[in-house]
């Protein structure tokens, strides 16, 4: 035998080795893979379905009652820098102004639960604090803006 036919064989046993390999783990996952999307999936789905209903004292429903996120509220404003001019028919001229950001809390008050557990009733108090760290100026600016409806 000679050197090139041994070097051929050796690539042909190690070809096989790796092809044996690869099917032994796509066997392998793939029963892994079947495997989790039948028993994880209903798993997930359980606990989804056992938590998700709005029952006084459980997880979600404190996460419904008392929001983590803070909504932030930005409002760009027009400022009509001629008015006068404006009034007596000129072009109007406008500058941008903002954004002046607003952080929104939404508490809910008076939550009463009813005595199925199947209804909830609540009143929503929204409070705006105005972020003068997130605003390009202040709650102070002087804006003038046209009255729209009242031209067209």
Not at 37 to 45: A, K
Not at 51 to 73: C, F, I, M
């Amino acid at each position: 035998m000679g050197t090139d036919e041994k070097s051929r064989a050796r690539r042909k046993a190690r070809l096989k080795i790796c092809m044996g390999v690869l099917l032994v783990l796509g066997v392998i996952s793939f029963i892994c893979g079947t495997l989790v999307y039948l028993l994880f999936h209903h798993l997930v789905s359980d606990i989804i379905k056992k938590e998700l209903p709005l029952r006084s004292g459980g997880q979600v429903t404190e996460a419904w009652l008392n929001p983590p996120a803070k909504p932030l509220l930005r409002i760009y404003f027009f400022n009509t820098t001629n008015p006068d001019g404006f009034l007596r028919g000129e072009k109007p001229f406008f500058v941008e102004m903002g954004p002046y950001v607003w952080e929104e809390e939404w508490k809910k008050e008076g939550v009463k639960w009813a005595s199925d557990g199947q209804t909830v009733k609540y009143n929503i108090k929204k409070t705006y604090r105005f972020r003068r760290d997130l605003s390009i100026g202040g709650e102070d600016d002087r804006v003038t803006l046209p009255n729209i409806p009242l031209f067209a």
